[in-house]
């Protein structure tokens, strides 16, 4: 699976941006989905993630519950985090990744290129 994630930019804080992570191949709806950020100077952390089928069964980081929502569109090979309420400590390049289901990093096997968020006061 190839992931490509778009989306990213400037925004004031408040605001929002939906960011998009693309996949190539057939498996797509075999994978559980994922997003991470990682801040400058900081480790990778975890942000959302979505099961394979989707729907209620999602897991969201505490830094960004109630303000973010994650997606997944399986017709579409697309999953989405719509990220409202943006504070400049949202400001990090977020990942997409696929995988199994869960919090870990190691829990997925294949990840995107990062799209870059810059949240300013």
């Known amino acids: 699976v190839q992931l490509q994630a778009s989306g990213g930019g400037l925004v004031q804080a408040g605001g929002s941006l939906r960011l998009s992570c693309a996949a190539s191949?057939?498996?797509?709806?075999?994978?559980?989905l994922g997003w991470f950020r990682q801040a400058p100077g900081k480790e990778r952390e975890f942000v959302a993630a979505v099961s394979r089928s989707g729907g209620s069964i999602y897991s969201i980081a505490d830094s960004v519950k109630g303000r973010f929502t994650i997606s997944r569109e399986n017709a579409m090979n697309t999953v989405y985090l719509q990220m409202n309420s943006l504070k400049p400590e949202d400001t990090a390049v977020y990942y997409c990744a696929a995988g199994r289901y869960g919090t870990g990093l190691r829990q997925y096997d294949f990840w995107g290129q990062g799209t870059l968020v810059t949240v300013s006061s």
């Open positions: 191949g057939r498996t797509f709806s075999s994978y559980a």
